[in-house]
Structure formats: C-alpha cells, structure tokens
C-alpha cells in the first residue's frame, strides 16, 4: 500500500465511453502529478498541478482533462480515448523537500 | 535541455553478486536527485533521494547511492543482490524549484537465484 490511493487499480473502457481515475493524498503536499507510464519504460508527465492550479500540461490531447478539486484529490477524466491510450497512470505527489510518492496506479485498456 | 542517462539497460547477475547501476546527468545547477524501483506489476516505490548534504546516500533494502558533483553522476550500489532485487530500476533528476522530473530509461536487473 502507498499514501497516495488511485482508483480504480483496473480500468476496460470502449472508446466512446467517459470515465474517471481518481486519486487521494492526505500526506499535505501541494503538488500532484498525472504520468502516462507504459511497460519497462519511465513515467511519462502529462499534468502537474501546484496549490490546486493547473502548473503543466505537457502537451497532453484534450482527451484527458485534469481536475484538482481540493488539496487531497486529484482526477482525470477520460473521453473518446484511443487503444494507444492504454497504459499506466500513475499520480504522484510531492512535499518540500520529499520525494515524489507515488500511487499504485490504473491500469487502463482501451478497447 | 537537462537529460539523465542510465548505462545499463540489462543486468543480470547471480544472487550475492555486487550491484552498481550507473546514473549521469547534465545540468549544471542544483540538482535533486532520486533512485525508484518497480518491482514486476508494481508501483513505483523511492528508493533514495539526494538534496543535499552527504553524497553517500543509504536506502531502503540495503541500497546506497553516491552523488559526485564534479562527474555529473549518482550510481545505485547495493554489495550484495537478491533474487527479490529482480526489477526495473529508474534514476531521476529534478532541477532546483522545477516541478518536473526527469526520467532515465531504466534498468532491468533479473537476479538469478
């Protein structure tokens, strides 16, 4: 188990369907993170949001849409996703001075 | 552009064997630096991390880490591997107050028993 809890671990969506990845942190850090990881490869940012406002966005398809609606929670929601979209998300926080922590991840396939 | 390189993309080694995974970065500032381990089908879980202060850095698990400014690397030790060392390991690097990290491509270590 990790502080930072991601929901759901496992996620099977069409690609015309809406969905969403939430995660939560009660470790008081005022950064969280969206990464994009894929097998045997490092995590890929897609968002980074610092005091809830939307800090990164690395070029993410609007697809996803981040949502930070308070300090502990962080969500991205899913639309009209591709099958090249199945992957890992992984979110992450960070403190001052403390490494990124991160979550257990979802495991996404689109179909 | 910062970048971090990781030498080793596969290792395989016996258990009881030394480990050392080379880590090399470019930036020339203040850097935070930073060892993840994921074990197959697993998160992401930190291994170290250097801010400041003794180069030698000592882990979970029995890792350590050296940071040495003047060649721009901090390479993951451990004297003696198991069979449950056997993951992906990734070093990372962060510069000063940026929020972003940068990613080596990761190492594969299989310990054979």
Redesign the interface.
């Given at each position: 188990d990790t502080e930072v809890t991601q929901t759901p671990k496992h996620l099977v969506m069409g690609m015309t369907n809406k969905k969403s990845l939430k995660c939560e942190q009660h470790m008081g850090h005022r950064a969280m993170y969206w990464y994009k990881q894929k097998a045997k490869k490092p995590p890929e940012l897609m968002f980074v949001y610092s005091y809830e406002k939307l800090s990164i966005n690395e070029s993410v398809p609007s697809r996803f849409s981040p949502e930070c609606p308070n300090s502990s929670l962080l969500n991205l929601h899913l639309h009209a996703l591709q099958p090249e979209d199945s992957a890992l998300y992984l979110c992450a926080s960070q403190g001052r001075r403390a490494g990124y922590t991160f979550g257990s991840g979802t495991r996404l396939t689109v179909v | 552009a910062q970048s971090v390189s990781q030498h080793n993309h596969h290792v395989i080694l016996s258990e009881a064997a030394s480990l050392e995974l080379g880590c090399n970065y470019s930036y020339g500032g203040t850097v935070n630096l930073?060892w993840?381990v994921q074990y197959p089908g697993?998160?992401?879980?930190?291994l170290l991390?250097y801010?400041s202060g003794d180069p030698l850095v000592k882990g979970i698990k029995g890792f350590e880490a050296e940071f040495i400014k003047s060649k721009f690397s901090f390479n993951l030790r451990k004297p003696s591997v198991q069979w449950s060392d056997t993951a992906?390991y990734?070093c990372?690097v962060n510069a000063g107050n940026n929020?972003?990290?940068i990613?080596?491509?990761?190492t594969?270590l299989a310990v054979n028993p």
């Amino acid at each position: 188990d990790t502080e930072v809890t991601q929901t759901p671990k496992h996620l099977v969506m069409g690609m015309t369907n809406k969905k969403s990845l939430k995660c939560e942190q009660h470790m008081g850090h005022r950064a969280m993170y969206w990464y994009k990881q894929k097998a045997k490869k490092p995590p890929e940012l897609m968002f980074v949001y610092s005091y809830e406002k939307l800090s990164i966005n690395e070029s993410v398809p609007s697809r996803f849409s981040p949502e930070c609606p308070n300090s502990s929670l962080l969500n991205l929601h899913l639309h009209a996703l591709q099958p090249e979209d199945s992957a890992l998300y992984l979110c992450a926080s960070q403190g001052r001075r403390a490494g990124y922590t991160f979550g257990s991840g979802t495991r996404l396939t689109v179909v | 552009a910062q970048s971090v390189s990781q030498h080793n993309h596969h290792v395989i080694l016996s258990e009881a064997a030394s480990l050392e995974l080379g880590c090399n970065y470019s930036y020339g500032g203040t850097v935070n630096l930073f060892w993840y381990v994921q074990y197959p089908g697993q998160h992401l879980q930190l291994l170290l991390k250097y801010f400041s202060g003794d180069p030698l850095v000592k882990g979970i698990k029995g890792f350590e880490a050296e940071f040495i400014k003047s060649k721009f690397s901090f390479n993951l030790r451990k004297p003696s591997v198991q069979w449950s060392d056997t993951a992906e390991y990734f070093c990372a690097v962060n510069a000063g107050n940026n929020r972003k990290l940068i990613w080596g491509l990761g190492t594969s270590l299989a310990v054979n028993p």
